[in-house]
């Protein structure tokens, strides 16, 4: 065998897209992440459209329940999804593999958040598709606010998924990250607005990521307006859980 | 002989603590107490030690995978704790655990890992070499231990690495796999790799090492070449090399007391079971043979060995199970 030995890395950009790729690339092909990427949602979209759930809180039952199922598929993605199988590929060594290569610890993470706002932009059109057909009528000047609280709502969400998949075993994590989407889905002010929540919840969820991004968004898509207050409770969730999981989270 | 080159890794008093520990009161505990080792290019460097022994804690903290607590490391000259992806370039690592993605298939796994490297192995080639496309549609999950180890070598690999390193790289290989995986091993060494292995199997570090480094409870005790260890004397004093064990089976309680030289070990393993272990001359056996027939011995079976690199381990670290 004669060979020239050594190599040198492909360029960071090159090397986080292809992370990106890859994980968006199995992040789609389970089965049971797509159920909960596009498939709950679309069916939460049109229980809430067929029902009168949402009726008289200011517009159209489809205009009330879009932003909410918006901010529903960035919780699915980057807390549910991302926090599961980042979970198990801690467990198998899969982590600590791919930073032994030129990848790395940070090309990991910055490729694992490019695959959730890939599959949140594939889930953006998928609902949004579905919600014209539903008669949905966002306002126009909603759009900008309402892409930058997406993002802004999956860093959050990625966040808290990473601080869970990286401290607790992955059936754990499975479990917490499950549970936790049907309670702040049906109860933390993300799809049903906190007028509708019981009493101390409807306090409550102003304070949580899920109702900061479910009030943000359907503040941008029915009024047009920009809700700072939420805006900046996303960004504390963000931050806070950002360094919780850069200080606890354990790669093996 | 290690080469005059500079080391492709070199470690110096590496001192690991892990904890704190509740199964300590919350103290910490020390795995690695200064290991100290060198790994040349162009050569296959065993750390050879039980399991516990600290082996994979000190590669790990070799590949920056783990902070070392004390001591230095230089792997191709740099520090790996603040070393980036340049040097992680360079170097191809195979976890003990593979670190493969179960859901993953390999073709598509190994193009995507060459892709983090701006010269790699071409794939297709790394998938010849270890036979992959016997097994190209199946997940990793659903992998043999053999099929699975060889996808890890050529993850491993696919970087086209100047320093390699196998954590326990022959553990769940089937016969067919290791003859593979050793082969591809011998050729990479004579390309000019330099690798660093870890093992439990003193067969795995007498057929493929260049130079061994035993280590036990987080301490390197002995070094050298495998015939440098093999010919480290059973008692200080014996002075002679080439050290050898006749083993035989005949009837028990034989008490050949003087006929052959006191520094010859002569022990009864079992009742009937005869190891004569020592630097055996020609003489010795004629000796010894010569008693057999004089006292009408016709032995059930005879065997001569080489000692073995697990006396010299045992020897070292001791025969107690831990």
């Known amino acids: 065998m004669s060979r020239v030995l050594g190599s040198a890395p492909a360029p960071l950009l090159r090397r986080i897209l292809l992370q990106g790729k890859y994980e968006a690339l199995t992040m789609l092909r389970n089965g049971e992440q797509l159920i909960l990427a596009i498939v709950l949602p679309l069916m939460a979209l049109v229980g809430l459209t067929v029902t009168p759930l949402l009726d008289g809180l200011g517009g159209s039952r489809v205009d009330v329940a879009v932003p909410g199922i918006l901010a529903l598929c960035a919780m699915s993605t980057a807390f549910t999804g991302q926090g599961i199988s980042t979970g198990f590929d801690r467990r198998y060594g899969v982590l600590r593999f791919l930073s032994t290569t030129p990848l790395g610890r940070t090309g990991l993470i910055a490729g694992k958040i490019l695959a959730v706002l890939a599959v949140l932009l594939l889930q953006v059109l998928v609902v949004g598709a579905v919600a014209f057909i539903l008669g949905w009528h966002p306002t126009t000047a909603g759009w900008a606010p309402a892409l930058v609280l997406l993002v802004l709502g999956a860093a959050a969400f990625t966040a808290l998924g990473l601080l869970v998949a990286g401290t607790v075993r992955p059936e754990a994590t499975l479990a917490i990250t499950n549970l936790l989407w049907i309670l702040l889905g049906a109860l933390g002010g993300i799809v049903i607005p906190a007028e509708r929540l019981p009493g101390p919840a409807r306090e409550l969820v102003h304070f949580l990521p899920s109702g900061a991004l479910g009030e943000a968004l359907r503040d941008a898509f029915l009024a047009g307006t920009f809700n700072g207050g939420a805006t900046l409770i996303l960004l504390l969730w963000t931050a806070f859980a950002g360094a919780a999981a850069i200080r606890w989270f354990k790669w093996n | ?322």
Not at chain 2, 51 to 79: F, H, M, P, W, Y
Not at chain 2, 236 to 259: C, I, K, N, Y
Request: with cysteine.
């Open chain 2, 1 to 322: 002989m290690r080469s005059p080159d500079s080391p492709v890794l070199s470690i110096t008093g590496l001192i690991k603590d892990v904890g704190p520990l509740a199964s300590l009161d919350g103290k910490m505990l020390r795995v690695v107490s200064g290991v100290s080792l060198a790994a040349e290019r162009g050569q296959v460097t065993a750390l050879l030690g039980a399991n516990g022994a600290g082996k994979t804690t000190t590669i790990e903290c070799a590949q920056g995978l783990q902070r070392r607590s004390g001591g230095s490391v230089s792997l191709l000259g740099q520090d790996p704790d603040t070393a980036g992806a340049e040097l992680r370039s360079r170097v191809g690592v195979m976890l003990q655990d593979g670190g493969l993605p179960p859901s993953a298939r390999p073709i598509p796994l190994l193009k995507h890992i060459a892709g983090m490297y701006r010269h790699p192995w071409p794939v297709d080639e790394l998938i010849e070499r270890l036979g992959i496309d016997t097994f190209s549609r199946t997940t990793v999950r659903r992998l043999s231990g053999g099929q699975r180890q060889r996808l890890a070598l050529a993850a491993a690999l696919a970087g086209n690495p100047e320093v390699l390193f196998l954590d326990e790289p022959s553990a769940g290989l089937d016969p067919q796999s290791r003859q593979l995986v050793f082969q591809l091993i011998s050729e990479l060494r004579d390309a000019g790799m330099g690798i660093v292995l870890t093992t439990h199997l003193m067969d795995d570090a007498q057929r493929l090492a260049d130079y061994v480094y035993i280590i036990d409870a987080g301490r390197n005790v002995a070094e050298g070449t495998v015939a440098q260890l093999l010919q480290r004397n059973i008692s200080a004093d014996s002075g002679q090399e080439h050290v050898r064990t006749l083993l035989f089976e005949s009837r028990p309680g034989l008490d050949f007391t003087g006929v052959l030289p006191a520094t010859v070990d002569v022990r009864e393993a079992r009742a009937g079971s005869y190891a004569v272990t020592g630097a055996l001359t020609p003489e010795d056996l004629a000796a010894l043979t010569a008693w057999w027939a004089a006292h009408g011995i016709m032995p059930g079976s005879m065997s001569l060995e080489a000692r073995s690199l697990e006396d010299v381990f045992l020897d070292i670290s001791g025969r107690e199970i831990r």
